[in-house]
């Protein structure tokens, strides 16, 4: 190990190199606080050719790699291990947007941009990088896409891989995989970086990318909606895609439960409604169009809705402030579950049209098993995606609480397969998961996707640990 | 050979197996009439079971195996080889849509449907299977999803890869990737079906599919504008999107030369514009509102281009029928050239930015190269693609232009690859282009699609030949 620090620190001078075990302890916690490693050396290059060679030399010593970008994972995705054998790899110096293409409506980004600076650089362009997620001060583009990260607005623009149109990596053995291409159409052999994008840093590590923009809506319109029933919701969902499916840009649904410990436990977030509703749903619809009847089109569905008894109230936000007003009360929703004490967190999808049976199923199985749990999901409902969160019971010991999470975990998931569904819809598998992979996506799926691990990083060095479980190589 | 096939007829009955030489002869010949092969079988499994069953007793005897569907490639992506060794394996029986979800909007469809039969299908729901290529009546899922198929409408749906959901695939050692979710959202390890997407039958057998459906439009508006340029077309193209990119549902690009040759060689087929103009758009918007200005958007942005000179004409169909006549001269230019003599097309894409570059340098070059010809470029300006094709001079020797193809494609291939393009944009490898993959996709680009062939296929069974061009096994 010492020889191989001395090669790399020869190849990035001192400045791209941190050592010091007061330096390389902030890269060693995940951001949740689940795991805690160390490192011998977190590595910090500049720019492509840097990267890779740290690669070959960290290839020819068979030392372990965990790419970084913000730390961001909640699955532990960026988790260093404890046996102090892996070195971190940083992408946060190579932070350069390299091109902003109006007319392609395209960006190329380095690994190390933060989402948000992604974000307000196509802003300043004219363009919307139609990708946002909670994370986006701090998370960067290549963990962005290592991830495929989701959000709010996937219902319209899709996940973070159709986003993009081309890939520069560093593959395992060091060779750089240029695809930094900005076509639409390319049928030119194997869809490398959509295998790339989602592998979670296992299969190379991501140092630039070409992202497809949008044009900036013109009008945006966003009503809080009381239901009685998640049915409710799926029916008010299906009416605005009957409407017009390109119009909306969020669909969210909120339990009652979880819009309660909002309003008691965050400041300023006050319910514009008259009174409590089991359920809620927050419909965002946008248009380019500066003379679209946006309005007239969300008032005819919520009208309708409201005379046929499906939504029992709604507001429509009039300004700017009230538009953000209505979405603090969704953001905050995870910032009210956790002053409302433990959290047991599933980031769950099954098919849309199920999204009421999993909520009702889990439900009911979940206070089964601990009485007196407050079941809060929230999510995209336009995706199927919902957090189905738990908060323990009000005075309850949250170390007790806490000890079951597993239990928790354990019942959500029963239910979620049996409807089809997924046990990880936007977070990844990470290190926190590989555990559930082969009940989940076993057979010729797992095995197909360790022949691939194994034929492209055939020493194991990329991010070790993560996504798969270990297991003997394919014969 | 002669003890596989008795074990396959075992497996699959009479019915299930043509040995033949008359009967087989009909899968030997490719589409375009490009290659001609013989087979000593065509197997015909009728479900995913018996498919398995046939790709297991290949794979120990070490046999190729040649997946057809409507065999309707335009690159010989279904050839069979001249060696006599490799069996046909046809998905015809496996025609049956296996379910449709009008609250999810997907379907599930077996490999043996055709696209036009699963477009049928979807309408008869109340939905939309936005996926429309020319060969749709004959062309079956597996093979559109195996070629990743594109057409008129990706500029709003995108590929066939962006509507696949979930994927059902025998592997090349006969296992079941059992992929057929309905999910949205699903970030649980390697995208293998967006691998298999695209992988033309090389990585394993398609066999069943999960597509998202659409809500159908209500309404639509097409429209035949005279341009003075390809620099007028694009800057069509930018207005409407920017106006509004959703209701974008068609772009595309033709060529005077290539119209006059519709006008004068198709029957019935009419320029309904007051005289012929040296490039024409067709543009198609689309709206799931029955209520929406469609009409007024249209006609706002064609009556600001005539206003400033980047449309010199412009006709808008107002009845069904006029919308047909007016695609009627788009989808007749493939027919016209062939009327017209011998071709050479280049299925090529670049940056849409690029497309007018493209199409001013090609043209001079070819013009250079073989003084007369007719360059007679189409296609879906929208998304970078245009078919650049060239049609034979005006009574020149059909077989001598023929002999120059080759050169007339490395002309077109040099130009696109100086703009950053690709030379199959949705046509793919197949047989007929592997060669071009070390010099466009080489470096670690082309040995990573290696390293993951001969990991899930070591033997090289499946689809012998196509999308990579021969080499040593990766070390």
Redesign the interface.
């Known amino acids: 190990m010492n020889a191989l620090i001395d090669i790399l620190r020869a190849r990035l001078g001192s400045g791209g190199m941190l050592t010091d075990p007061t330096d390389t302890e902030p890269y060693c916690s995940d951001w949740r606080g689940l795991y805690h490693g160390r490192t011998p050396a977190v590595l910090r290059p500049a720019d492509t050719e840097a990267v890779a060679a740290c690669v070959r030399a960290c290839a020819e010593a068979g030392a372990g790699i965990v790419p970084m970008g913000g730390n961001t994972s909640m699955v532990g995705g960026a988790a260093v291990s404890e046996n102090g054998h892996e070195l971190v790899l940083s992408l946060s110096r190579m932070n350069r947007i390299r091109a902003i ?1 109006p ?4 960006m190329t980004v380095e690994a190390g941009v933060t989402l948000k600076a992604a974000q307000d650089a196509a802003r300043e362009a004219g363009c919307l990088l139609p990708l946002s997620i909670s994370s986006e001060g701090s998370a960067q583009i290549g963990g962005v896409l290592a ?2 990260a ?1 959000g709010n607005n ?2 319209r623009y ?2 973070a ?2 986003l993009v149109l081309g890939l520069e990596a560093v ?1 395992p053995d060091g ?5 930094l ?12 970086r ?2 790339l ?3 979670e840093g296992t ?1 190379g590590i991501i140092t630039a990318a070409v992202l497809q923009l ?2 900036r809506p013109r009008q945006v319109e966003v009503a809080l909606c009381a239901v009685a029933s998640p049915e409710a919701a ?1 029916a008010l969902f ?1 009416a605005f ?7 909306i840009q969020a669909f969210e649904y909120m339990s009652g439960t979880g819009m309660g410990l909002v309003n008691r436990l965050i400041p300023d977030a006050a319910l514009p409604l008259a009174e409590p509703a089991p359920h809620y749903v927050l419909v965002e619809l946008a ?3 500066d ?3 946006l309005r ?2 969300l008032e005819s569905v919520l009208g309708e809705a409201l005379e046929e008894g499906r939504v029992l109230d709604a507001v429509v936000a009039e300004s700017e402030t009230q538009r953000l007003a209505i979405w603090k009360l969704r953001e905050e929703h995870a910032e009210a579950q956790k002053r409302a004490g433990g959290n047991v967190k599933n980031d769950v ?5 199920r999204v009421p049976e999993l909520i009702a199923r889990a439900t009911e199985a979940c206070e089964r098993l601990i009485p007196g749990i407050r079941v809060a999901p929230f999510g ?1 409902l336009g ?3 919902i957090h189905f969160n738990l908060v323990q019971p009000d005075g309850a010991d949250r170390v007790a609480f806490l000890a079951r999470d597993h239990e928790i975990m354990d019942t959500v998931a029963a239910i979620v397969r049996d409807l ?10 990470g290190k926190l998961k590989p555990y ?2 082969p009940s ?2 076993g ?7 360790r ?6 990083d055939p020493k194991g060095i990329m991010n070790p640990g993560k ?2 479980p270990e297991a003997s190589p ?1 014969t």
Not at 181 to 192: E, V
Request: proline content about 4%; glycine content about 10%; cysteine-free.
């Open positions: 293409d007319v392609d409506m395209t991830t495929n989701g996937t219902v899709g996940n891989r159709e593959m060779t750089v995989f240029e695809g291409r900005r076509l639409r159409k390319d049928n030119t052999g194997y869809a490398l959509q295998l994008v989602g592998s299969l949008s044009p799926l299906t895609r009957s409407a017009d499916p390109s119009a248009s380019a169009r003379d679209d009847s007239t089109l999808s099954v098919p849309v049209s995209h995706d199927g995606n089809d569904g997924s046990f990880s819809a936007e977070h990844g598998v559930m992979m989940w996506r057979g010729a799926e797992l095995e197909t996707m022949r691939i691990k194994h034929a492209l996504v798969l394919p």
